[in-house]
């Protein structure tokens, strides 16, 4: 089964300096993986998503991701926060199971502080 | 607008009373997800839709728990006997396809079971 762990519930950057928030995954097959963001009181809005292309994944916002098989990686960095980053941010791979549904499943999530 | 529209977005309701949710998806997309999202936690799957036929649904969703989307478009979840444990976001998305395709969200329908 696959599964995502997120490996910082929080953290707190300074405005002007980089992102790092860090998931890891857990996939038989080849996984589809996205990058989700969530503003208060707003909808989930897709960041950014790697589906066996590139393995250097752009996306909105200026935002990166890269897939690393090796370390079962999927870090999203930013390299310069604004204080519109300030949010809670979801790792998400698709599952590949025998339904083939393409459900979601998430990460717990990271929320992002961004200091003035 | 052409995203995915929910209604209503807040809804308080005392335990035991029956509850309603609509989902409009984007109308191309083929494929509609439920998920339910409770304080600090990700969203997790409840059921999923395609076109008319639901095809698959998560052990999360008991019995209390029915969903449709007639004629494939609109999707409605409804909740019986409701209880303050089903107090959460619910979420509703469509997709063109399944696997390895992006998923767009609505904006939620938060229940409050008081």
């Known amino acids: 089964a696959q599964s995502v762990t997120q490996l910082d519930s929080h953290v707190s950057v300074s405005e002007g300096t980089p992102v790092l928030l860090r998931c890891n995954y857990s996939?038989?097959?080849?996984?589809?993986l996205f990058w989700y963001v969530q503003h208060p009181n707003k909808g989930l809005q897709l960041l950014l998503k790697y589906t066996s292309a590139a393995t250097l994944v752009k996306g909105i916002n200026g935002f990166e991701a890269e897939f690393k098989k090796s370390e079962t990686s999927f870090h999203l960095t930013k390299p310069s926060a604004h204080m519109s980053d300030a949010a809670e941010y979801f790792c998400?791979?698709?599952?590949?199971?025998?339904?083939?549904?393409?459900?979601?499943?998430f990460g717990q999530g990271t929320t992002l502080q961004v200091k003035p | 607008d052409t995203g995915v529209s929910q209604d209503p977005r807040h809804k308080i309701t005392k335990r035991g009373q029956n509850v309603t949710f609509r989902c409009d998806p984007i109308?191309?997309?083929?494929?509609l997800y439920w998920y339910r999202q409770t304080l600090g936690q990700g969203p997790e799957f409840l059921t999923y839709?395609?076109?008319?036929?639901?095809?698959?649904k998560s052990r999360l969703l008991s019995d209390r728990f029915s969903a449709e989307r007639p004629k494939g478009s609109f999707s409605t979840l409804e909740i019986q006997r409701t209880e303050q444990g089903d107090s959460a976001m619910y979420l509703c998305?469509?997709?063109?396809?399944?696997?390895?395709?992006?998923?767009?969200f609505g904006p939620g329908t938060r229940l409050t079971v008081t």
């Open positions: 998400v791979v698709s599952d590949l199971g025998s339904s083939n549904t393409g459900k979601l499943i």
């Open positions: 998305a469509s997709s063109l396809r399944g696997q390895g395709y992006e998923q767009y």
């Open positions: 839709f395609q076109n008319e036929a639901q095809l698959e």
């Open positions: 996939s038989s097959y080849s996984p589809s």
């Open positions: 109308s191309e997309h083929n494929r």
